[in-house]
Protein backbone atom coordinates (compact mmCIF):
# COMPACT_ATOMS: atom_id res chain seq x y z
CA UNK A 1 0.00 0.00 0.00
CA UNK A 2 2.64 2.35 0.95
CA UNK A 3 4.38 1.82 -2.75
CA UNK A 4 1.40 2.25 -4.45
CA UNK A 5 0.90 5.82 -2.36
CA UNK A 6 4.54 6.79 -3.44
CA UNK A 7 3.88 6.40 -7.18
CA UNK A 8 0.46 8.28 -6.75
CA UNK A 9 3.26 11.39 -4.82
CA UNK A 10 5.65 10.74 -7.93
CA UNK A 11 3.11 10.50 -11.01
CA UNK A 12 1.52 13.98 -9.33
CA UNK A 13 4.96 15.27 -9.25
CA UNK A 14 5.95 14.54 -12.63
CA UNK A 15 5.72 18.17 -13.95
CA UNK A 16 8.29 18.98 -11.68
CA UNK A 17 11.08 16.73 -11.77
CA UNK A 18 12.49 17.90 -14.41
CA UNK A 19 13.26 20.76 -12.49
CA UNK A 20 13.72 19.36 -9.17
CA UNK A 21 17.79 19.77 -9.81
CA UNK A 22 17.63 23.16 -9.90
CA UNK A 23 15.32 23.47 -6.76
CA UNK A 24 18.20 21.90 -4.83
CA UNK A 25 21.34 24.38 -6.25
CA UNK A 26 21.71 27.50 -4.29
CA UNK A 27 18.70 29.72 -3.61
CA UNK A 28 18.76 33.18 -5.05
CA UNK A 29 19.21 36.39 -3.24
CA UNK A 30 15.29 37.33 -3.56
CA UNK A 31 14.05 34.18 -3.47
CA UNK A 32 12.59 31.57 -0.20
CA UNK A 33 14.74 28.67 0.54
CA UNK A 34 13.37 26.06 2.32
CA UNK A 35 15.75 24.23 4.13
CA UNK A 36 13.89 21.53 5.85
CA UNK A 37 10.56 19.69 6.00
CA UNK A 38 10.03 17.75 9.31
CA UNK A 39 7.73 15.21 10.64
CA UNK A 40 6.57 15.38 14.38
CA UNK A 41 3.81 13.13 15.61
CA UNK A 42 0.78 14.66 13.51
CA UNK A 43 2.71 17.97 12.48
CA UNK A 44 4.57 18.76 9.33
CA UNK A 45 6.56 21.39 9.53
CA UNK A 46 8.33 23.61 6.42
CA UNK A 47 10.93 26.07 7.52
CA UNK A 48 12.27 28.71 4.69
CA UNK A 49 14.16 31.97 4.64
CA UNK A 50 11.68 34.47 4.23
CA UNK A 51 7.85 34.08 5.50
CA UNK A 52 6.24 31.67 2.87
CA UNK A 53 4.01 33.07 0.66
CA UNK A 54 1.39 30.27 -0.09
CA UNK A 55 -1.78 28.34 -1.73
CA UNK A 56 -2.79 24.95 -1.14
CA UNK A 57 -5.50 22.49 -2.43
CA UNK A 58 -6.57 19.01 -1.69
CA UNK A 59 -6.82 15.27 -3.88
CA UNK A 60 -9.01 11.92 -2.88
CA UNK A 61 -7.84 8.31 -3.91
CA UNK A 62 -5.84 8.41 -1.83
CA UNK A 63 -6.43 11.75 0.28
CA UNK A 64 -3.27 14.07 0.06
CA UNK A 65 -2.49 17.87 0.70
CA UNK A 66 -0.59 19.65 -1.90
CA UNK A 67 1.10 22.82 -1.15
CA UNK A 68 2.73 25.38 -3.95
CA UNK A 69 5.14 27.98 -1.89
CA UNK A 70 5.18 30.94 -4.21
CA UNK A 71 8.94 32.29 -5.17
CA UNK A 72 10.95 29.64 -3.29
CA UNK A 73 13.15 26.64 -3.75
CA UNK A 74 14.53 23.55 -1.78
CA UNK A 75 18.14 23.85 -0.26
CA UNK A 76 19.05 20.07 1.11
CA UNK A 77 15.48 18.66 1.12
CA UNK A 78 15.14 15.30 0.44
CA UNK A 79 12.59 14.50 -2.39
CA UNK A 80 10.80 11.59 -0.76
CA UNK A 81 10.39 11.47 3.25
CA UNK A 82 8.42 8.40 4.21
CA UNK A 83 6.47 8.54 7.30
CA UNK A 84 3.90 5.87 8.00
CA UNK A 85 3.23 7.31 11.52
CA UNK A 86 -0.97 5.70 11.15
CA UNK A 87 -1.41 9.63 9.70
CA UNK A 88 0.52 10.46 7.33
CA UNK A 89 1.80 7.84 5.14
CA UNK A 90 4.87 9.77 2.96
CA UNK A 91 6.16 13.56 1.50
CA UNK A 92 7.46 14.47 -1.29
CA UNK A 93 8.73 17.84 -2.58
CA UNK A 94 9.38 19.27 -6.01
CA UNK A 95 10.25 22.53 -7.78
CA UNK A 96 9.23 23.89 -11.16
CA UNK A 97 10.04 27.31 -12.75
CA UNK A 98 12.49 29.53 -12.69
CA UNK A 99 14.34 32.81 -11.50
CA UNK A 100 11.30 34.91 -9.69
CA UNK A 101 8.67 32.57 -10.68
CA UNK A 102 9.71 29.60 -9.09
CA UNK A 103 7.43 27.45 -7.06
CA UNK A 104 8.54 24.86 -4.57
CA UNK A 105 6.18 22.12 -3.95
CA UNK A 106 5.18 19.80 -0.90
CA UNK A 107 2.86 17.17 -1.20
CA UNK A 108 1.33 15.35 2.20
CA UNK A 109 0.08 11.96 1.66
CA UNK A 110 -2.54 10.80 4.33
CA UNK A 111 -3.72 7.45 5.65
CA UNK A 112 -7.65 8.31 5.82
CA UNK A 113 -9.31 11.91 5.31
CA UNK A 114 -8.63 14.17 7.59
CA UNK A 115 -8.82 18.03 7.99
CA UNK A 116 -5.10 19.81 8.25
CA UNK A 117 -4.59 23.15 10.23
CA UNK A 118 -2.30 25.38 8.38
CA UNK A 119 -0.95 28.30 10.14
CA UNK A 120 2.15 30.51 9.05
CA UNK A 121 4.61 31.17 11.91
CA UNK A 122 7.68 34.05 10.77
CA UNK A 123 9.52 31.98 8.04
CA UNK A 124 7.75 28.56 9.14
CA UNK A 125 5.06 26.66 7.81
CA UNK A 126 3.20 24.34 10.26
CA UNK A 127 0.53 21.56 9.26
CA UNK A 128 -1.22 19.96 11.98
CA UNK A 129 -3.55 16.97 11.87
CA UNK A 130 -5.98 16.30 14.52
CA UNK A 131 -5.62 12.63 16.03
CA UNK A 132 -2.34 12.14 14.61
CA UNK A 133 0.41 12.15 17.43
CA UNK A 134 -2.25 9.49 19.53
CA UNK A 135 -2.55 7.14 16.20
CA UNK A 136 1.98 7.26 16.22
CA UNK A 137 1.89 6.72 19.93
CA UNK A 138 -0.28 3.48 19.48
CA UNK A 139 1.46 2.33 16.69
CA UNK A 140 4.77 0.11 16.83
CA UNK A 141 7.96 1.64 17.37
CA UNK A 142 9.31 -0.86 14.75
CA UNK A 143 8.55 -0.34 10.68
CA UNK A 144 5.05 -0.83 9.78
CA UNK A 145 5.64 -4.57 7.32
CA UNK A 146 3.47 -7.07 7.76
CA UNK A 147 5.45 -10.36 9.49
CA UNK A 148 7.30 -12.18 6.80
CA UNK A 149 5.88 -16.02 6.79
CA UNK A 150 9.17 -18.23 7.53
CA UNK A 151 7.49 -20.87 9.83
CA UNK A 152 5.92 -21.50 13.07
CA UNK A 153 7.26 -19.65 15.85
CA UNK A 154 8.98 -21.74 18.38
CA UNK A 155 6.36 -23.59 20.82
CA UNK A 156 3.63 -23.67 18.55
CA UNK A 157 1.49 -26.76 17.13
CA UNK A 158 1.48 -27.82 13.44
CA UNK A 159 -2.05 -26.70 13.79
CA UNK A 160 -1.86 -23.27 15.18
CA UNK A 161 1.27 -22.67 12.34
CA UNK A 162 -1.21 -23.41 9.64
CA UNK A 163 -3.91 -21.21 10.78
CA UNK A 164 -1.22 -18.80 10.86
CA UNK A 165 0.18 -19.68 7.87
CA UNK A 166 -3.78 -19.56 6.48
CA UNK A 167 -3.58 -16.07 8.00
CA UNK A 168 -1.37 -14.55 6.86
CA UNK A 169 -2.04 -15.71 3.40
CA UNK A 170 -5.23 -14.35 3.16
CA UNK A 171 -3.48 -10.86 4.75
CA UNK A 172 -1.43 -10.96 1.84
CA UNK A 173 -4.09 -11.81 -1.33
CA UNK A 174 -6.23 -8.83 0.81
CA UNK A 175 -3.21 -6.45 0.11
CA UNK A 176 -2.50 -7.50 -3.23
CA UNK A 177 -6.07 -7.29 -4.30
CA UNK A 178 -5.95 -3.83 -2.47
CA UNK A 179 -2.93 -2.90 -4.48
CA UNK A 180 -3.91 -4.00 -7.78
CA UNK A 181 -7.16 -1.82 -7.25
CA UNK A 182 -4.87 0.78 -6.89
CA UNK A 183 -2.88 0.53 -9.61
CA UNK A 184 -6.15 0.09 -11.50
CA UNK A 185 -7.07 3.43 -9.99
CA UNK A 186 -3.80 4.69 -11.14
CA UNK A 187 -4.19 3.09 -14.26
CA UNK A 188 -7.24 4.59 -15.40
CA UNK A 189 -6.23 8.35 -13.58
CA UNK A 190 -3.17 8.00 -16.10
CA UNK A 191 -5.44 6.92 -19.24
CA UNK A 192 -7.72 9.92 -18.12
CA UNK A 193 -4.33 12.56 -18.02
CA UNK A 194 -2.91 11.00 -21.28
CA UNK A 195 -6.31 11.50 -23.27
CA UNK A 196 -6.72 14.61 -21.79
CA UNK A 197 -3.15 15.51 -22.85
CA UNK A 198 -4.01 14.15 -26.20
CA UNK A 199 -7.31 16.33 -26.51
CA UNK A 200 -5.11 19.50 -25.08
CA UNK A 201 -2.26 18.81 -27.72
CA UNK A 202 -4.68 18.56 -30.41
CA UNK A 203 -6.76 21.74 -29.50
CA UNK A 204 -3.39 23.51 -29.26
CA UNK A 205 -2.50 22.17 -32.63
CA UNK A 206 -5.61 23.52 -34.10
CA UNK A 207 -5.32 26.74 -32.52
CA UNK A 208 -1.30 26.67 -33.76
CA UNK A 209 -2.94 25.73 -37.60
CA UNK A 210 -5.15 28.53 -37.07
CA UNK A 211 -2.70 31.06 -35.88
CA UNK A 212 -0.48 29.90 -38.53
CA UNK A 213 -3.02 30.80 -41.00
CA UNK A 214 -3.98 33.70 -39.49
CA UNK A 215 -0.80 34.97 -40.02
CA UNK A 216 -0.44 33.73 -43.27
CA UNK A 217 -3.45 35.79 -43.92
CA UNK A 218 -1.88 38.99 -41.98
CA UNK A 219 1.42 38.45 -43.71
CA UNK A 220 0.10 38.32 -47.41
CA UNK A 221 -2.28 41.47 -46.13
CA UNK A 222 0.69 42.83 -45.00
CA UNK A 223 2.59 42.31 -48.30
CA UNK A 224 -0.33 43.56 -50.22
CA UNK A 225 -0.18 46.81 -48.19
CA UNK A 226 3.37 47.26 -48.56
CA UNK A 227 2.97 46.81 -52.52
CA UNK A 228 0.57 49.05 -52.26
CA UNK A 229 2.39 51.65 -49.90
CA UNK A 230 5.26 50.98 -52.58
CA UNK A 231 2.92 52.01 -55.09
CA UNK A 232 1.72 54.70 -53.53
CA UNK A 233 4.74 56.18 -52.71
CA UNK A 234 6.15 56.11 -56.05
CA UNK A 235 3.15 57.55 -57.06
CA UNK A 236 3.81 60.54 -54.53
CA UNK A 237 7.61 60.33 -55.92
CA UNK A 238 6.86 61.11 -59.12
CA UNK A 239 3.92 63.96 -58.26
CA UNK A 240 6.70 65.23 -56.36
CA UNK A 241 9.12 65.16 -59.33
CA UNK A 242 6.79 66.73 -61.59
CA UNK A 243 5.55 69.36 -59.07
CA UNK A 244 9.13 70.28 -58.27
CA UNK A 245 10.01 70.53 -62.34
CA UNK A 246 6.80 72.92 -62.47
CA UNK A 247 7.71 75.18 -59.34
CA UNK A 248 11.82 74.79 -61.02
CA UNK A 249 9.96 76.30 -64.51
CA UNK A 250 7.46 78.49 -62.54
CA UNK A 251 10.73 80.03 -60.56
CA UNK A 252 12.74 80.52 -63.64
CA UNK A 253 9.31 81.76 -65.06
CA UNK A 254 9.06 84.56 -62.08
CA UNK A 255 13.12 85.72 -61.70
CA UNK A 256 12.71 86.22 -65.44
CA UNK A 257 9.45 88.32 -64.81
CA UNK A 258 11.16 90.09 -62.00
CA UNK A 259 14.19 91.31 -64.26
CA UNK A 260 12.04 92.27 -66.38
CA UNK A 261 10.05 94.42 -64.02
CA UNK A 262 13.25 95.59 -62.30
CA UNK A 263 14.65 97.31 -65.53
CA UNK A 264 11.38 98.86 -65.98
CA UNK A 265 10.94 100.10 -62.26
CA UNK A 266 14.63 101.47 -62.79
CA UNK A 267 13.38 103.27 -66.01
CA UNK A 268 10.48 104.38 -64.27
CA UNK A 269 12.95 105.85 -61.44
CA UNK A 270 15.09 107.77 -63.56
CA UNK A 271 12.12 109.08 -65.28
CA UNK A 272 10.35 110.01 -61.64
CA UNK A 273 13.53 111.35 -60.83
CA UNK A 274 14.22 113.76 -63.94
CA UNK A 275 10.45 115.14 -63.78
CA UNK A 276 10.52 115.18 -59.97
CA UNK A 277 13.89 117.64 -60.54
CA UNK A 278 11.85 119.62 -63.14
CA UNK A 279 8.69 120.11 -60.52
CA UNK A 280 11.00 120.95 -57.89
CA UNK A 281 12.81 123.87 -60.18
CA UNK A 282 9.36 125.47 -60.91
CA UNK A 283 8.26 124.77 -57.60
CA UNK A 284 11.27 126.98 -56.49
CA UNK A 285 9.99 129.45 -59.32
CA UNK A 286 6.50 129.23 -57.58
CA UNK A 287 7.57 129.85 -54.05
CA UNK A 288 10.22 132.49 -55.49
CA UNK A 289 6.57 134.11 -56.59
CA UNK A 290 4.53 133.51 -53.78
CA UNK A 291 7.10 134.77 -51.07
CA UNK A 292 7.02 137.97 -53.08
CA UNK A 293 3.31 138.07 -52.99
CA UNK A 294 3.25 136.65 -49.73
CA UNK A 295 5.55 139.90 -48.36
CA UNK A 296 3.39 142.36 -50.78
CA UNK A 297 -0.30 141.40 -49.56
CA UNK A 298 1.48 141.20 -45.91
CA UNK A 299 2.02 145.15 -45.96
CA UNK A 300 -1.25 145.95 -47.80
CA UNK A 301 -2.64 143.64 -45.32
CA UNK A 302 -0.91 145.80 -42.46
CA UNK A 303 -1.93 148.95 -44.22
CA UNK A 304 -5.62 147.50 -44.30
CA UNK A 305 -5.41 146.47 -40.67
CA UNK A 306 -4.06 150.25 -39.26
CA UNK A 307 -6.64 151.58 -41.37
CA UNK A 308 -9.48 149.10 -40.16
CA UNK A 309 -8.14 149.79 -36.68
CA UNK A 310 -8.42 153.78 -36.99
CA UNK A 311 -12.11 153.32 -37.98
CA UNK A 312 -12.94 150.63 -35.67
CA UNK A 313 -11.82 153.30 -33.36
CA UNK A 314 -13.98 156.06 -34.53
CA UNK A 315 -16.56 153.79 -34.75
CA UNK A 316 -16.21 152.72 -30.97
CA UNK A 317 -16.42 156.64 -30.24
CA UNK A 318 -19.88 157.01 -32.56
CA UNK A 319 -21.11 153.98 -30.71
CA UNK A 320 -20.16 155.14 -26.66
CA UNK A 321 -21.68 158.15 -27.92
CA UNK A 322 -24.83 156.32 -29.52
CA UNK A 323 -25.60 154.10 -26.33
CA UNK A 324 -25.00 157.16 -23.97
CA UNK A 325 -28.04 158.60 -26.04
CA UNK A 326 -29.87 155.69 -25.68
CA UNK A 327 -29.32 155.04 -22.27
CA UNK A 328 -30.83 158.44 -21.38
CA UNK A 329 -33.35 158.22 -24.02
CA UNK A 330 -34.29 154.78 -22.16
CA UNK A 331 -34.19 156.23 -18.81
CA UNK A 332 -36.49 159.28 -19.83
CA UNK A 333 -39.11 156.64 -21.67
CA UNK A 334 -38.90 154.49 -18.24
CA UNK A 335 -39.59 157.40 -16.49
CA UNK A 336 -42.48 158.22 -18.56
CA UNK A 337 -43.42 154.68 -18.29
CA UNK A 338 -43.18 155.14 -14.46
CA UNK A 339 -45.61 158.55 -14.55
CA UNK A 340 -48.12 156.49 -16.76
CA UNK A 341 -48.34 153.23 -14.82
CA UNK A 342 -48.60 155.78 -11.35
CA UNK A 343 -51.14 157.24 -13.46
CA UNK A 344 -52.78 154.18 -14.61
CA UNK A 345 -52.95 152.49 -10.97
CA UNK A 346 -53.88 155.53 -9.66
CA UNK A 347 -57.24 155.65 -12.10
CA UNK A 348 -57.39 151.74 -11.50
CA UNK A 349 -57.74 152.38 -8.02
CA UNK A 350 -59.90 154.71 -8.41
CA UNK A 351 -62.40 152.42 -10.20
CA UNK A 352 -61.60 149.63 -8.19
CA UNK A 353 -63.26 151.38 -5.13
CA UNK A 354 -65.89 152.82 -7.12
CA UNK A 355 -66.44 148.94 -8.41
CA UNK A 356 -66.06 147.38 -4.92
CA UNK A 357 -68.76 150.23 -3.34
CA UNK A 358 -71.27 149.10 -5.72
CA UNK A 359 -70.77 144.58 -6.50
CA UNK A 360 -68.18 143.99 -3.55
CA UNK A 361 -68.39 140.24 -4.04
CA UNK A 362 -68.20 140.10 -8.03
CA UNK A 363 -64.65 138.86 -9.42
CA UNK A 364 -62.99 138.92 -13.22
CA UNK A 365 -61.49 136.03 -13.77
CA UNK A 366 -60.38 137.14 -17.15
CA UNK A 367 -57.66 139.95 -15.44
CA UNK A 368 -55.29 139.50 -12.57
CA UNK A 369 -54.55 142.69 -10.80
CA UNK A 370 -51.17 141.05 -9.61
CA UNK A 371 -51.64 141.53 -5.92
CA UNK A 372 -48.67 143.51 -4.41
CA UNK A 373 -47.18 144.17 -7.88
CA UNK A 374 -44.79 146.99 -8.18
CA UNK A 375 -44.55 149.26 -11.30
CA UNK A 376 -40.86 147.59 -12.07
CA UNK A 377 -40.45 145.71 -15.14
CA UNK A 378 -41.17 142.38 -14.36
CA UNK A 379 -39.15 139.37 -15.66
CA UNK A 380 -40.39 135.84 -16.88
CA UNK A 381 -37.81 133.24 -16.37
CA UNK A 382 -39.61 130.28 -17.01
CA UNK A 383 -42.68 128.70 -19.25
CA UNK A 384 -43.84 124.89 -18.23
CA UNK A 385 -46.31 121.93 -18.43
CA UNK A 386 -47.37 119.52 -15.82
CA UNK A 387 -49.30 116.66 -16.54
CA UNK A 388 -51.36 115.95 -13.70
CA UNK A 389 -54.22 113.15 -12.28
CA UNK A 390 -57.23 115.40 -13.31
CA UNK A 391 -56.24 118.12 -15.32
CA UNK A 392 -53.25 119.66 -17.29
CA UNK A 393 -51.53 122.93 -15.72
CA UNK A 394 -49.29 125.55 -17.84
CA UNK A 395 -47.58 127.85 -15.32
CA UNK A 396 -45.70 131.28 -15.56
CA UNK A 397 -42.76 132.53 -13.49
CA UNK A 398 -41.68 135.83 -13.19
CA UNK A 399 -39.34 137.69 -10.83
CA UNK A 400 -41.64 139.24 -8.68
CA UNK A 401 -45.91 139.54 -8.91
CA UNK A 402 -47.54 140.47 -12.26
CA UNK A 403 -50.53 141.94 -13.51
CA UNK A 404 -52.00 139.50 -16.07
CA UNK A 405 -55.35 139.08 -18.85
CA UNK A 406 -56.54 135.80 -20.52
CA UNK A 407 -58.37 136.18 -23.66
CA UNK A 408 -60.21 133.00 -25.50
CA UNK A 409 -60.73 132.54 -28.80
CA UNK A 410 -61.28 129.13 -31.42
CA UNK A 411 -59.19 126.22 -29.61
CA UNK A 412 -56.63 128.72 -28.14
CA UNK A 413 -56.34 130.64 -24.75
CA UNK A 414 -53.81 133.94 -24.72
CA UNK A 415 -52.45 134.99 -21.81
CA UNK A 416 -50.93 138.36 -21.56
CA UNK A 417 -48.07 139.67 -19.02
CA UNK A 418 -48.58 143.13 -18.43
CA UNK A 419 -44.91 145.32 -18.04
CA UNK A 420 -43.12 141.90 -18.53
CA UNK A 421 -39.80 140.72 -20.97
CA UNK A 422 -38.49 137.63 -21.69
CA UNK A 423 -35.01 136.69 -19.84
CA UNK A 424 -33.54 134.27 -21.61
CA UNK A 425 -34.22 132.80 -25.48
CA UNK A 426 -35.15 129.18 -24.26
CA UNK A 427 -38.16 130.45 -22.95
CA UNK A 428 -39.74 131.46 -26.47
CA UNK A 429 -39.19 128.26 -27.52
CA UNK A 430 -43.31 126.46 -28.16
CA UNK A 431 -43.50 123.67 -25.93
CA UNK A 432 -44.99 120.47 -27.84
CA UNK A 433 -47.67 118.82 -25.53
CA UNK A 434 -49.71 117.01 -28.15
CA UNK A 435 -48.40 113.72 -27.19
CA UNK A 436 -49.79 113.59 -23.72
CA UNK A 437 -53.32 112.92 -22.97
CA UNK A 438 -54.86 116.29 -22.19
CA UNK A 439 -56.25 119.17 -24.28
CA UNK A 440 -53.37 121.35 -24.25
CA UNK A 441 -51.57 120.61 -27.69
CA UNK A 442 -48.58 123.74 -27.50
CA UNK A 443 -47.78 126.39 -25.00
CA UNK A 444 -45.80 129.33 -27.31
CA UNK A 445 -44.57 132.57 -25.36
CA UNK A 446 -43.31 135.54 -27.47
CA UNK A 447 -42.72 139.40 -26.65
CA UNK A 448 -46.05 140.94 -27.67
CA UNK A 449 -46.85 144.76 -28.01
CA UNK A 450 -46.70 147.39 -25.51
CA UNK A 451 -43.72 146.03 -23.58
CA UNK A 452 -45.55 142.66 -22.63
CA UNK A 453 -45.19 139.32 -23.33
CA UNK A 454 -47.79 136.89 -24.54
CA UNK A 455 -48.30 133.21 -24.04
CA UNK A 456 -50.41 131.16 -26.47
CA UNK A 457 -51.65 128.26 -25.74
CA UNK A 458 -53.15 125.68 -28.51
CA UNK A 459 -55.67 123.20 -27.45
CA UNK A 460 -57.15 120.16 -28.93
CA UNK A 461 -60.23 120.87 -27.53
CA UNK A 462 -62.59 123.46 -25.81
CA UNK A 463 -62.32 122.23 -22.30
CA UNK A 464 -63.24 124.50 -18.52
CA UNK A 465 -59.71 126.21 -17.33
CA UNK A 466 -59.00 128.07 -14.29
CA UNK A 467 -56.27 130.61 -13.36
CA UNK A 468 -54.35 130.85 -10.71
CA UNK A 469 -51.34 133.15 -9.02
CA UNK A 470 -49.72 132.56 -5.93
CA UNK A 471 -46.78 134.71 -5.47
CA UNK A 472 -44.34 134.62 -8.18
CA UNK A 473 -46.19 131.79 -10.05
CA UNK A 474 -48.73 132.27 -12.43
CA UNK A 475 -50.72 128.77 -13.57
CA UNK A 476 -53.83 128.12 -15.69
CA UNK A 477 -55.32 124.38 -15.06
CA UNK A 478 -57.36 122.35 -18.36
CA UNK A 479 -59.91 119.96 -17.07
CA UNK A 480 -59.00 116.68 -19.03
CA UNK A 481 -61.27 115.90 -21.70
CA UNK A 482 -63.70 113.21 -21.69
CA UNK A 483 -62.36 109.67 -22.92
CA UNK A 484 -63.82 108.71 -25.97
Given at each position: ???????????????????????????????????????????????????????????????????????????????????????????????????????????????????????????????????????????????????????????????????????????????????????????????????????????????????????????????????????????????????????????????????????????????????????????????????????????????????????????????????????????????????????????????????????????????????????????????????????????????????????????????????????????TRALDTSFFDTAVASVDANAGPSRTVRVAIKLKQQVPYQTHQEGNELSIEFQ??APR
Amino acid sequence: MKAIVVALLAWLLVPGLALAQQGQAPAQGNLNTITSVSVKGGTVEIVGTKKPNFTTFTMTDPPRLVIDISEAVFSGVKEDITVGNGTITAIRTASYGSDDSAIARVLIGFAREVDPDIQATGNSLVISVAGGARVAQAMPSGPATAPAATGPAPGSTPEQAAVAAQADRQQQEKAAAQAAGAAQTDRQQQEKATADAAAAAQADRQQQEKAAAQAAAAAQAEAEAQRQAQARAEAERKAQEESARVAAQQAEQQRQQQQRAEKEAAAAAEKQRQEEARAAAEEKKHQQAEEKARREAEAQSAADARKRQQEEARAAVEEKKRAAAEERERQREEARAAAEEKKRQQAEARQLRVAQAETPHRVAPEQGDGAGASSNRKTMTLVGFKQEPSASRVFIRTNEPVRFSVSEGHKEVVLELENTRIAESNNTRALDTSFFDTAVASVDANAGPSRTVRVAIKLKQQVPYQTHQEGNELSIEFQRPAPR
